[in-house]
């Protein structure tokens, strides 16, 4: 079984500051991970996802995440956050084969202060 | 673009009472999901169904049943509503040949049961 940690339910940040939300995870197998966005009432969107290769990965409206194996990390990062990053994101992970479930952290709130 | 819909915004039931959760997806995925969503805890999936008339427990189904009888439409049904399962329902879907690719999701359907 795969479970997910994000290390912090609230972050406040201030516009144009930079931004680091916490992701740990583990399982017995490879996994595949992915990070989601959630603005106010609406669903998730996907922001970036970590397949293989590069453990450097890029996604929408800035983000970016780094995939650390020796540590079960996969830390997603804005360099420069703005008002309209506010929102709740959520960090999971699936197995390679198999079901195509995803196991979902408990959420991180970002508020970005003006 | 691919689209999920939900066939309500916000519901509001009472006790006892049954109740129904519409998904619709317009892309022919063959893998649908519920989750449900409850803040601090993230989601959690319900159920999932692979194929029309299959399906599969996820992490929380007691209080719950799906029903698959055509490919575009996953519907959760709550038999009995209970006060507990006032949430946030989130619908998902892929395309299993594009996989490990992104689920898209619904808009969700925030349940009030009082």
């Known amino acids: 079984a795969q479970s997910v940690t994000q290390l912090d339910s609230q972050v406040p940040v201030f516009e144009e500051a930079p931004v680091e939300l916490r992701c740990n995870y583990s399982s017995s197998v490879s996994v595949y991970l992915f990070w989601y966005v959630q603005y106010p009432n609406q669903g998730l969107q996907l922001l970036l996802k970590y397949l293989s290769g590069s453990t450097l990965v890029k996604g929408i409206n800035g983000f970016e995440a780094e995939f650390n194996k020796s540590q079960t990390s996969f830390h997603l990062r804005k360099p420069s956050v703005h008002i309209s990053d506010t929102a709740e994101y959520f960090c999971a992970v699936s197995r390679l084969t198999g079901s195509y479930q995803l196991t979902f952290g408990k959420g991180t709130k970002l508020s970005v202060i003006p | 673009d691919v689209k999920v819909t939900q066939s309500s915004r916000y519901l509001v039931k009472r006790t006892g009472e049954k109740v129904f959760l519409e998904c619709v997806q317009d892309m022919d995925h063959e893998n649908m999901f519920w989750y449900r969503q409850d803040p601090g805890l993230g989601l959690r999936l319900i159920y999932f169904s692979y194929d029309v008339k299959m399906k599969e427990k996820g992490d929380i189904p007691e209080g719950y049943s799906v029903s698959r009888e055509k490919k575009e439409r996953f519907s959760l049904i709550l038999e009995s509503a209970s006060t507990n399962q006032t949430s946030m329902y989130l619908c998902?879907?892929?395309?299993?040949?594009?996989?490990?690719?992104?689920?898209?999701f619904g808009p969700g359907t925030r349940l009030t049961v009082t």
């Open positions: 998902a879907s892929i395309n299993r040949a594009g996989w490990p690719y992104e689920q898209y």
